[in-house]
């Protein structure tokens, strides 16, 4: 699964106020099986749920790390 998560709040520029939810997995595998899982797992469809209850969805992005 997910090596970590973590969860910041913006102090300066466009997005002051605004939170970021970082998670990051070892790699493209790991990360496309969780997608695959995660619609039909229970605990993470209610913390979406809670999720999309108190906040609105600003934007998604995707990161690639490349180790140099």
């Not at 469809?45 to 140099?68: F, H, K, P």
Request: hydrophobic letters at 45%; aromatic letters at 10%; proline letters at 4%.
């Amino acid at each position: 699964g997910a090596e970590g998560f973590q969860l910041t709040r913006f102090q300066t520029g466009l997005w002051v106020g605004e939170y970021l939810v970082s998670i990051t997995f070892p790699n493209a595998a790991t990360y496309g099986k969780a997608l695959d899982e995660m619609p039909n797992d229970p605990e993470f469809s209610a913390v979406m749920a809670e999720a999309n209850r108190v906040a609105q969805l600003m934007g998604r992005q995707t990161l690639i790390s490349i180790d140099v």
